[in-house]
């Protein structure tokens, strides 16, 4: 194997406050092997790459040599407990396991930190613009004791707002906060490492620390996001109630949109997980309608072969087939036309030609989806997310997120992290294990 001779494709390197001088309040070890758990060094990192390579003398090499700051409690702290005031904000569209991670800084900042004045600010950014008419609530250990119990955000969520980066500040300076915990996607990272640049500019002390959510797990540096995991769980009934649909018609048809606007992988993910599913459409694999070769000739024939059929297809699908809207939202995301209405009315418009019966039914569990309260994986892991995110913010840390990977809790630069989407790769393992599932063709481009 020929290896890549960029060694290092990206800065990992975290901004910090100052040095922290403070030891902590938790109590750990600074020793191995001696059955206690230990603080995280400073130096200590990991490979962000696990691909390697065989060199001319048969040595394994690492691919590339990028490392990663390894998340986790520190010894020594920047922020001194008693004097943090620290705000939690969560922006944009809602998703499982908001409330966990909610519940997961609170509490980690009361027991672990004894930290105590701790905000909660309502509606995502705009709550904390200049005349915003959203009450900033007062958090505890009692106020979020069960809140992971239900889906959504106890502190609501909103888009937009990000983009009024002086008067967000101008509030964080007016409430004395030192640390900002930012639970958001794109946009809402985009918008706190605006708000830390602000901060640096003004040469303010305040730390912006991100906890990365995205639904369609599209989120790049990331090996996971929360809320995903539950959302696929969600899905999958979707498809059985469409699979059982189809199978009791004449020439049934189960159709099903789920999230995805840009990336496909709640649509892949789901099809691997159900086996049912016969034809899955994400954004990354575009398709032609018509045509020998088209989405509508391959149904045909999967009709008269089986008798019935299971389509799954994510929202940013096909979108090129469409008439745009030409509007945008609150985050500045362009509005996308109903792909699943699209294509309901173009199969029966196709069979209706043909002379061919079927029975269509179409199914958009789309919110249900996301509001759902997180499943136990996506619980276990918004807790872990949270915790990290209150000591990488009482370390100093800012403009940072709490990312997986390589099943390593890491630190990651808000910067790089929203340099670059995450989309299913057509030609690696993931979609080629969902073409071998559905059967469907490899392409379907004329």
């Not at 998340?71 to 008693?82: L, T, V």
């Not at 730390?207 to 999958?236: E, R």
């Not at 099903?256 to 606007?261: A, F, I, S, T, Y």
């Not at 599913?277 to 391959?298: K, Q, R, T, W, Y």
Request: glycine fraction near 10%.
């Amino acid at each position: 194997m020929e290896p890549n001779k960029t060694k290092n494709r990206y800065d990992f390197t975290i901004s910090t406050l100052g040095e922290a001088k403070i030891l902590s309040p938790i109590e750990m070890s600074r020793e191995n092997n001696d059955g206690l758990a230990d603080y995280v060094s400073e130096d200590k990192r990991v490979l962000y790459s696990i691909e390697a390579f065989v060199n001319d003398s048969g040595e394994e090499e690492p691919l590339y040599h990028d490392t990663v700051e390894v998340a986790g409690p520190r010894e020594k702290i920047y922020f001194n407990p008693p004097h943090v005031h620290a705000a939690i904000v969560t922006c944009g569209g809602i998703c499982p396991g908001l409330n966990n991670v909610i519940r997961a800084v609170v509490r980690c900042f009361w027991y672990r930190y004894g930290v105590r004045r701790i905000s909660g600010i309502k509606f995502g950014y705009q709550g904390l613009l200049e005349n915003s008419p959203h009450p900033i609530i007062s958090l505890n250990p009692d106020i979020v004791d069960d809140i992971q119990e239900k889906g959504g955000t106890i502190l609501g969520s909103s888009r937009g707002g990000g983009e009024r980066v002086g008067e967000i500040v101008d509030s964080l300076e007016r409430l004395n906060i030192n640390i900002l915990i930012t639970i958001g996607g794109d946009g809402t990272l985009r918008g706190a490492w605006d708000i830390g640049e602000e901060i640096k500019r003004r040469g303010l002390k305040i730390a912006v620390v991100g906890v990365p959510k995205t639904i369609d797990n599209d989120l790049s540096f990331i090996q996971s996001s929360f809320g995903f995991d539950t959302a696929v769980t969600q899905a999958v009934p979707a498809v059985i109630g469409a699979h059982t649909e189809a199978k009791a018609s004449i020439n049934g048809i189960g159709l099903v949109k789920v999230m995805g606007r840009e990336s496909g992988f709640i649509a892949a993910s789901t099809a691997l997980a159900m086996s049912d599913v016969n034809f899955c459409l994400i954004p990354e694999s575009p398709f032609d309608l018509e045509g020998e070769n088209g989405f509508l000739a391959h149904l045909k024939r999967r009709i008269l072969a089986r008798g019935h059929a299971v389509i799954l297809v994510a929202e940013g699908a096909g979108q090129n087939l469409v008439v745009p809207t030409g509007e945008e939202d609150a985050s500045g995301n362009v509005r996308f036309s109903d792909i699943g209405i699209f294509l309901k009315d173009k199969i029966e418009e196709f069979f209706k030609k043909e002379k061919i019966e079927i029975g269509l039914k179409y199914i958009d569990p789309s919110y249900i989806i996301r509001s759902a309260k997180a499943n136990p994986n996506d619980s276990i892991y918004c807790s872990r997310l949270g915790a990290h995110a209150v000591h990488a913010a009482m370390a100093g840390k800012t403009q940072a997120l709490i990312s997986l990977i390589n099943n390593k809790f890491v630190h990651i630069p808000i910067k790089v992290a929203v340099s670059e989407r995450k989309h299913v790769n057509v030609e690696g393992s993931l979609w080629r294990d969902v073409l071998e599932n559905t059967r469907q063709p490899v392409s379907m481009k004329n």
